[in-house]
């Protein structure tokens, strides 16, 4: 169901929006600090990108409560959290064990669930 938003931003941006236009500018510069910040293990700035991902698209996109809901409530404990896209998941960074195990009983209480990647190095 994302074509329909995604289509209006397109039209937006055609049309010269400055909203649009500021926020794709400011995305660009948030993908290179999210990048310098991977590429140096500094997993504070990540987190800090990662929020800043997420009130970039309320900017220009409506995001329903729900959705809202799952970011609110992984912030609420300490964790990273933006909004995926279409709807119905969030991703985002914790510090450790502990602060998954808060994450994972928060977002249970509104009847998520937690998926925590295995990450592998060669």
């Known amino acids: 169901m994302s074509d329909v938003p995604h289509r209006n931003l ?3 941006w055609n049309r010269g929006d400055e909203t649009v236009h500021k926020t794709m500018a400011d995305y660009r510069e948030l993908t ?3 990048k310098a910040a991977i590429q140096s293990g500094d997993w504070e700035t ?3 990108v990662v929020d800043q991902n997420f009130a970039l698209r309320q900017r220009i996109m409506n995001i329903a409560p729900e959705n809202y809901r799952m970011v609110e ?4 404990v300490g964790a990273s ?3 995926c896209g279409s709807g ?3 991703c985002g ?3 450790d064990g502990s602060h998954y195990q808060k994450l994972v009983d928060a977002l249970s209480e509104i009847r ?3 998926l925590r990647p295995l990450i592998f190095e060669d």
């Open 10 to 12: 397109r039209e937006l």
């Open 73 to 76: 409530v992984a912030r609420s």
């Open 81 to 83: 959290a933006h909004f």
């Open 93 to 95: 960074l914790y510090r």
């Open 88 to 90: 119905g998941a969030i």
């Open 32 to 34: 290179d600090k999210g």
């Open 112 to 114: 998520c669930s937690v």
């Open 46 to 48: 990540l987190g800090q």
